[in-house]
């Protein structure tokens, strides 16, 4: 997200309360806007078609296979999405645009590929039993949904923070609108409105890429050439992605928790919606994680390293150095203290919300333990992007894989436990995760002058 701290030092140097408030405002929009859409998107249908024709299996049907969608291409495009926008942060650096739009159409073209491959191969052997229409709108989807992520990275990569937003609103309210009106076709009426509203913003992300980087190339593989993109990076992608989705994974299987819905797709009941919802409570925490760190640390750490190209004083250094541990310190501090109140506002107005959902409020526990997950993942993600920051590419890929492991760890665990323990195995492992990130941030900004140093 470097270069959005601009935008917002230009909203907070109003030294105004409509400034401060339109920053934290562009800044939560922007740094959940996307996933927030996402869900919205996916709940209004499902609520408006219960609404207009009564709960039904197809809407039910229609949920758990969009979930999955955006869940398995998440996952299979971590590879690519972090390790592909550092090769073209690099090319950008070193003043090489022409080869920017041949690279993009490379990895679309891959991605297509290898998501087109495994969604034929899935959609034969494990959807052999539904229709064929199902069976293209779910390949389709899949395919679209790989190329979207991308895109949405890599604009994101290229500070294209306003048209993201501005395509995942006009793309999901699309989505919406079709979905309802074909509803009368069912499940496929469903999907195929999903289809069209996520094939109306693949488009303009495409056509948005092409209009910034003009080249006279149009496809090339550079980002395939050895040590083109950082083997970290690939894995940290997929590890992350693949840890937020775990514990729901696993819910989803276990017999005592999950249940077949269609094919081969399964949900768990007493899982899902309450984790949806509590992501919707991030908002307030990825607004303060996003001004907290792109206009306070990042000046410091701009002036960090200036210094150090400039052969400034040791002193000067260490105060500076200072300066930017006092900064992040706060920044993490902050933003754990908006979520703690997001958290207590869900606390408080849980009950009436999930009766205005229509679900039982035996679900409040659940609600409330993934509230809380929610929120230390927004400090996990803080904790990464200072790493990121720092170059410690190492250090995010042994943070992402001890989230993987416990999430899966602790999660079979306390399903073993019983339902009173249900959702303390993804925040448990999202805690310890976060402790550990604490602790080794803590030692590496210590040694900050020695490595800057004597490591290069």
Do not use: C
């Amino acid at each position: 997200m470097a270069g959005i701290g601009f935008e917002l030092r230009k909203l907070l140097a109003q030294n105004t309360l409509a400034g401060v408030l339109q920053a934290y405002l562009y800044a939560s929009i922007i740094g959940s806007g996307p996933w927030v859409l996402s869900i919205v998107g996916i709940l209004v249908i499902g609520l408006l078609s219960s609404v207009v024709a009564g709960p039904g299996l197809a809407v039910t049907q229609f949920q758990v296979s969009v979930t999955y969608l955006i869940a398995a291409s998440l996952i299979l495009t971590g590879f690519v999405q972090l390790g592909f926008t550092r090769f073209i942060a690099d090319r950008l650096y070193e003043k090489k645009e022409a080869i920017v739009l041949p690279n993009f159409n490379g990895v679309t073209l891959l991605v297509t590929g290898v998501s087109g491959t495994l969604g034929v191969a899935a959609i034969a052997f494990l959807f052999a039993g539904e229709n064929v229409a199902y069976r293209l709108l779910m390949l389709t989807g899949f395919v679209m949904l790989s190329n979207i992520w991308v895109a949405t990275i890599f604009l994101s990569g290229l500070k294209q923070y306003k048209q993201i937003l501005g395509l995942y609103a006009l793309g999901y309210g699309v989505t919406v609108v079709s979905a309802l009106a074909l509803r009368p076709l069912g499940l496929e009426g469903l999907l195929l409105g999903f289809v069209l509203g996520h094939g109306v913003m693949l488009l303009g992300m495409v056509l948005l890429v092409v209009r910034s980087y003009p080249a006279q190339d149009f496809i090339a593989f550079d980002f395939l050439r050895p040590g083109a993109m950082y083997p970290s990076l690939i894995l940290v992608g997929f590890l992350y992605n693949l840890g937020v989705w775990l514990d729901k994974v696993i819910f989803w299987y276990v017999p005592s928790t999950g249940q077949a819905v269609i094919g081969p797709l399964h949900a768990s009941l007493i899982y899902d919606l309450p984790v949806f919802l509590a992501y919707l409570s991030i908002l307030p925490g990825m607004a303060v994680f996003l001004v907290r760190m792109e206009t306070d640390f990042v000046e410091y750490y701009q002036q960090f390293y200036d210094a150090v190209r400039q052969g400034s004083t040791l002193a000067r250094l260490e105060d500076l150095r200072n300066e930017m541990v006092y900064t992040i310190r706060r920044g993490l501090f902050e933003i754990i203290k908006i979520q703690t109140i997001a958290t207590l506002a869900v606390f408080v107005a849980g009950g009436p919300l999930l009766r205005a959902l229509g679900i039982p409020e035996l679900y409040l526990p659940l609600l409330y333990i993934d509230v809380v997950a929610a929120g230390l993942q927004v400090v996990l993600l803080g904790l990464m992007n200072v790493f990121f920051y720092l170059d410690k590419r190492r250090v995010v890929l042994g943070i992402t894989a001890l989230f993987v492991a416990l999430n899966g760890l602790f999660t079979w665990a306390t399903i073993g436990l019983g339902a009173p323990w249900f959702g303390y195995g993804f925040a448990g492992a999202v805690f310890v995760t976060v402790f550990v990130a604490f602790q080794v941030l803590d030692r590496r900004l210590e040694t900050l002058e020695y490595e800057t140093f004597m490591l290069q």
